[in-house]
């Protein structure tokens, strides 16, 4: 099985909720935005632009098991996991996040060095049989 795992050393940010201009038009506060892109600069530095995983299948599956060390006590946890997929995704890691079948995280205090260290683990293809229809 391949395993890809990896530090950002910086202090996590949840998701945030979308603005609203007051014509309508839907962003992301720019911290969020920054936060994000100096992540994924960090990952493709690392691994470069290429898609991680196993050729042969045409949709890996993941296990993404994550561990925040923020500077507060603050962030939910869901938020904090959804700014790593969007992150992998964005990196080119990964397709598509609805590849991750299974999550497992947690949030800790660090306030001498924030960071998120994650680990993504492909799993193995399932096998399933198909039925044929009766005509």
């Not at 996040?97 to 205090?109: A, F, K, P, T, Y």
Request: proline letters at 7%; hydrophobic letters at 30%; glycine letters at 4%.
């Amino acid at each position: 099985m391949n395993k890809l795992t990896f530090t950002h050393y910086a202090d996590p940010m949840p998701c945030p909720r979308p603005r609203v201009t007051s014509k309508g038009t839907a962003y992301m506060p720019i911290d969020y935005q920054v936060h994000k892109e100096d992540f994924i600069t960090a990952l493709r530095e690392e691994y470069g632009y290429w898609q991680w995983g196993d050729s042969e299948q045409k949709k890996p599956r993941y296990k993404l098991t994550a561990n925040f060390y923020r500077t507060r006590d603050d962030g939910d946890l869901d938020n904090l996991q959804k700014t790593l997929m969007d992150v992998l995704q964005r990196a080119g890691i990964i397709s598509n996040d609805n590849q991750i079948i299974e999550l497992v995280g947690s949030r800790h205090i660090d306030k001498t060095q924030p960071r998120t260290e994650f680990e993504l683990e492909q799993l193995p293809p399932v096998i399933t049989e198909r039925k044929r229809k009766n005509v």
